[in-house]
């Protein structure tokens, strides 16, 4: 992506929150494609990054943009059922500005050009889409143009020999006839075959 493309979120923010909607209570402690996050632990992830790139768009940093997103296992708290739509919809609105495609901004406490910042955004929401999809066993349907940008943005950090592979992992090797969102998985380090064991 450059600086002058925008990518609408919305439709990707939207199929993230209908997921969410869907999750058990009795779900939560489940186990995902993310070895050491739970269900709840994945979303509560959502609810941090979603936070995060909403204010990385909108140019106000401060702590939610500062934090590293591994300093600790994030979770839940007891509104996020209600939360978690109303944070996807801010992230989508703060891209909708092309401002926020623009110079720099920060997340997870690096500083990155808003372009990148806003190629991250689409990638993590595609992605740990399909960690609550497979998570809680229900289809998923990204958006075609989030996933088309996911996919373009990780097969980019794979070719790039400084990074030394996949920016998320190993890339998980994946036939090249296989659907978009399988070797988009493949290339965030997950097995698009991956199901829980339970």
Request: include cysteine; proline fraction near 10%; hydrophobic fraction near 40%.
């Amino acid at each position: 992506m450059t600086d002058d493309v925008i990518l609408d979120l919305g439709p990707q923010a939207r199929v993230l929150a209908r997921l969410a909607d869907g999750v058990r209570d009795a779900q939560l402690g489940g186990e995902t494609p993310c070895p050491e996050y739970a269900v709840r632990n994945v979303l509560g992830h959502l609810a941090g990054l979603a936070a995060a790139f909403r204010d990385a768009g909108r140019k106000q940093l401060g702590p939610t943009t500062d934090t590293d997103p591994g300093g600790s296992l994030p979770d839940v708290g007891p509104g996020w059922r209600e939360e978690m739509p109303k944070v996807l919809d801010e992230l989508a609105d703060a891209w909708r500005d092309p401002a926020a495609w623009t110079g720099m901004t920060r997340a997870g406490g690096f500083d990155m050009p808003g372009a990148v910042a806003g190629a991250v955004a689409i990638d993590e929401l595609v992605i740990h889409g399909w960690d609550l999809a497979r998570a809680i066993g229900r289809p998923y349907t990204p958006d075609p143009a989030a996933l088309q940008a996911a996919y373009d943005f990780l097969i980019a950090a794979a070719d790039d020999p400084s990074r030394g592979g996949g920016i998320f992992g190993p890339v998980v090797p994946v036939p090249a006839d296989a659907p978009l969102l399988d070797r988009t998985v493949g290339l965030s380090g997950r097995d698009p075959g991956w199901t829980p064991k339970g």
